[in-house]
């Protein structure tokens, strides 16, 4: 049974169904779920009480019409209906996005959410992917992606914030600056999918600045924020035109009825609403408090509902997320398949303090056994990069993500500011700018950045202001010597260096061979992304875009 559990894994970009796990599980329930982002705290116990007395009325019938459930969001969220289309779901959005608005290139930093790279490659697109480095945190650096957009002249620009997996956040003026800066291309997305459960600035979203733009998309999750991704529904804000563009696209009844009674009950529940939103945020303190004090183990700052975590040396994400699954059955998220980043990553969202620190034992098992400090043995057969379909997968194994073919890209030399294409032998290395590395050969370390810097943790760019670093969270005293400490810093071993940036688990598509290294001049007349740190946990604004929560 336990084969079957973890064979589900094995295909697809995408983790398997809550439901899938529980068929193949044998007793017909769930594992403890760190997986899926979903609000643990809403709806409540009554209002899921309230919505089973319906259930028999609820599927029995039609839903309203798209617009009539459209007109009630929009009033809860003081929105115009013009300037919102709602969709099953945001990858049904993202869908429409592509279809309509991208003509034949997209930027999107990397990693990130699968369907920003899959879906423009399904539709014969070019993908430019522009790698977040480890070595800086997976910090977006707004300067530097401006400036990788205008050298590849691509149209269409996407910014997740806060980012999927890692939960890297961009402050909204920065955000600002940047939309002013590249008002020129075909479209800029912002996609806001978790932004609800930041708490690093009062007012984050942009969502008004989208309205008033000719080439802006915000695109939020109801889902993920309402602890009801089953239900499938999300919403994009634009200006009228671009909203009713896509909004004319879609089925008169693309939302089912559980979507309108979740909509149309929501304006009785804003206080319970706005509760969960910081029981979430306190967690997430908590919960990488927690995860801190297991030796190697990095935690990322996060403005999300999740924590990006990288396993101590040695530790094969895979092997880790099946004996978590099998041997105390929990579910996490192992990160191997996502384009730029490798199997030595986990993503775990944020849960109440009991299921962390059923997690936190666990992976002490699973990392340490009984000599607390040695880590699992990596496989031969790790998990390399797989869309689930298979085009793209053919796509991205035989060129560098911008339509290009490896065996062209490898002897061709870069322009000005632009790194060069996938190393594939040491040789073969292309020249870089002043002040970078080269990018690594396939299975070749990443070297350090040039100026020296110390090896064992993340380090900060030298174009970036003061950016957040791992393992930084408030945390109690620290303990005597002889304890493990919260928050110290990774026990790498001294001769090893950073993760070479987006290195997969054996065989895998790494960032640099997608794009190649990337750290161009900062663009004339735009600043680097503002700093971010750790919430401050006494301070916790509104929900963003619920103004009208109670």
């Known amino acids: 049974m336990a084969g079957n559990v973890t064979s589900l894994f094995r295909s697809g970009a995408h983790s398997p169904s809550m439901a899938a796990l529980a068929r193949e599980g044998g007793d017909g329930t769930g594992p403890v779920d760190f997986c899926i982002p979903c609000n643990p705290y809403f709806p409540t116990p009554a209002m899921m009480e309230t919505m089973a007395a319906r259930l028999k009325d609820i599927i029995t019938f ?20 013009q300037a919102v289309a709602m969709g099953n779901g945001s990858t049904e959005l993202i869908t429409w996005i592509d279809h309509l608005l991208v003509r034949e290139s997209l930027a999107i930093p990397v990693p990130t959410f699968g369907r920003w790279t899959d879906q423009p490659m399904e539709t014969g697109k070019r993908v430019d992917m522009f790698p977040l480095q480890e070595s800086n945190g997976f910090v977006l650096d707004l300067a530097q992606y401006a400036e990788f957009i205008r050298k590849r002249g691509t149209k269409v620009a996407v910014i997740c914030n806060p980012n999927n997996p890692d939960g890297g956040f961009i402050h909204k003026q920065a955000l600002v600056q940047f939309m002013d800066a590249m008002a020129d291309l075909d479209l800029i997305v912002i996609d806001e999918s978790f932004l609800e459960f930041a708490d690093a600035e009062q007012e984050p979203s942009v969502v008004q600045e989208a309205m008033i733009r000719p080439n802006v998309i915000v695109l939020r999750s109801l889902g993920k924020n309402f602890g009801l991704h089953g239900i499938r529904f999300g919403y994009m804000v634009a200006n009228p ?45 908590e919960m990488a408090s927690q995860l801190a004090t297991l030796p190697g183990l990095t935690v990322y700052p996060s403005q999300g509902n999740f924590l990006f975590v990288r396993l101590p040396v040695g530790a094969e994400g ?29 993503r775990l969202v944020v849960r109440p303090e009991v299921d962390v620190r059923r997690l936190v034992s666990a992976m002490e098992q699973v990392l340490y056994g009984t000599r607390r400090g040695a880590a699992v043995p990596e496989l031969g057969n790790g998990t390399s990069y797989s869309s689930g379909t298979a085009a ?70 030298a174009a970036q ?11 109690p005293p620290m303990a005597p010597p002889a304890a493990p400490a919260p928050m110290q810093m990774p026990m790498t071993a001294p001769q090893t260096g950073p993760t070479p940036p987006g290195v997969p688990a054996r065989g895998g598509l790494t960032a640099a061979q997608v794009r190649g ?33 109670g």
């Open 62 to 81: 039609y839903p309203s019409s798209a617009d009539t459930i459209t007109a009630e969001l929009c009033n809860l969220l003081q929105l115009p209906p």
């Open 241 to 285: 035109s671009l909203a009713g563009k896509v909004r004319s696209m879609l089925p008169k009844w693309n939302l089912n009825a559980f979507a309108e009674y979740v909509v149309f009950m929501l304006k009785e529940h804003g206080a319970e609403y706005a509760q969960s939103l910081l029981q979430v945020r306190k967690d997430r303190l």
């Open 318 to 346: 895979t092997v880790v997320r099946d004996r978590m699954l099998t041997e105390h059955r929990i579910l996490v998220r192992e990160c191997g398949n996502k384009i730029g980043s490798s199997s030595r990553f986990l």
């Open 392 to 461: 793209v997968d053919r796509l991205v194994s035989e060129t560098n993500g911008a339509g290009m073919q490896l065996a062209q890209a490898v002897g061709a030399m870069p322009g000005p500011g632009l790194a060069a294409a996938p190393a594939m032998a040491p040789a073969m290395a292309p020249a870089m700018g002043p002040g970078l590395a080269a990018a690594p050969a396939a299975g070749v370390g990443m070297p350090l950045p040039v100026g020296g810097q110390p090896v064992g943790m993340p380090m900060p760019a």
């Open 465 to 475: 202001m003061q950016q957040p670093q791992p393992m930084m969270a408030p945390v």
């Open 517 to 549: 290294a990337t750290a161009p001049a900062q663009a004339p007349g735009l600043s680097p992304a503002a700093a971010t740190g750790w919430p401050n946990a006494q301070s916790w604004p509104n929900a963003a875009g619920m103004g009208q929560v």
